[in-house]
């Protein structure tokens, strides 16, 4: 029994702080019985909890007699380490390019700073990882605002929790050729396309227009060496996999500046909607320039990939 007790103590710790971490100094908190009815927990959980984190240092309050309880101090620090106290699961695209190699090692480095860990898996594919997302089988994704805009739009339960700017996920998407004194789409080419990567699909569709082609699905990794080998005419991809990998004997055109490719070259991190510990680690905890830096560290070859 007394082990049962710990256990459920451990967990509403877990649950409080990460409520808390919503909060900043001088806001009200819940009393002991609006969080017992929150947690469907006895009463003396609760008063456990709430004076375990306040003997630790996490937070401090004062009350204000029939006006409530309000925060005079509070560490986020201490407060994400009990809310985030398992392995964190993340994801993002494959690190193909240094940009991704270097918002990898960023978001590990930033993890290690607060003393989480951190497990990042590689998952191909925008549309996988919102849903592993929407189904909360990870606790966050990167992907680009463009994707994340979409995916809202179309009602995925989550949200963007860190925007880090323009060129941060890449430089730009180029339409590439096999043919080098060819310059733009034309009837029965054979052109990739990769269903699932929001971005890819889309810009394809919209440079194709209504031009009668062949649509060939693949992986937008493999569309190199689809053009290479003959298989295919043509296909946008990541312009700066051409780059880092010196990539010869491929014409590419680049794309007409829009606000669709701003978004498409810019890095967010999502969460699912209710799940407010990530939010609010994302928000308070993560210093986004510190991840940018190493980013640009790891492209500039001062900084040896680590994820």
Same mark, same amino acid.
């Given at each position: ?63 204000? %007699? ?35 190699? %270097? ?51 179309? %009602? ?78 043509? %296909? ?72």
């Amino acid at each position: 029994m007394g082990e049962e007790f710990l256990k459920k103590k451990g967990i509403i710790v877990n649950y409080l702080a990460s409520d808390l971490l919503q909060k900043k100094k001088g806001d009200r908190v819940l009393s002991v019985t609006e969080y017992q009815n929150k947690f469907e927990v006895a009463r003396g959980t609760v008063q456990n909890a709430w004076t375990f984190l306040k003997e630790i240092n996490a937070i401090k309050v004062k009350s204000h %007699g029939h006006m409530g309880t309000f925060i005079e101090e509070i560490d986020y620090g201490v407060l994400q380490e009990y809310a985030l106290s398992d392995t964190i699961l993340g994801t993002m695209t494959l690190p193909y390019s240094k940009l991704y190699e %270097g918002l990898a090692t960023g978001i590990y480095e930033t993890f290690r700073g607060n003393n989480i860990k951190l497990n990042l898996a590689y998952i191909r594919g925008s549309k996988e990882r919102v849903r592993s997302i929407a189904n909360k089988t990870y606790r966050f994704a990167v992907i680009s605002k463009f994707a994340a805009k979409q995916a809202i739009s179309s %009602g995925e339960p989550i949200e963007i929790s860190l925007d880090f700017g323009r060129h941060s996920y890449l430089s730009e998407h180029v339409l590439l050729f096999r043919d080098k004194n060819q310059d733009r789409i034309e009837k029965n080419m054979k052109i990739a396309i990769d269903h699932s990567s929001i971005d890819q699909q889309l810009l394809t569709k919209t440079i194709v227009n209504d031009e009668q082609v062949e649509y060939v699905e693949m992986a937008g990794h493999q569309i190199i060496s689809a053009l290479q080998n003959g298989q295919i005419d043509a %296909g946008i991809w990541n312009f700066d996999e051409i780059r880092d990998k010196d990539h010869q004997g491929l014409y590419h055109v680049p794309l007409k500046q829009s606000e669709m490719e701003i978004d498409m070259s810019t890095s967010v991190i999502i969460t699912h909607n209710s799940d407010t510990s990530m939010k609010a680690f994302f928000k308070k905890s993560v210093d986004k320039e510190k991840i940018l830096s190493i980013q640009r560290d790891v492209c500039d070859g001062k900084i040896i990939p680590q994820y």
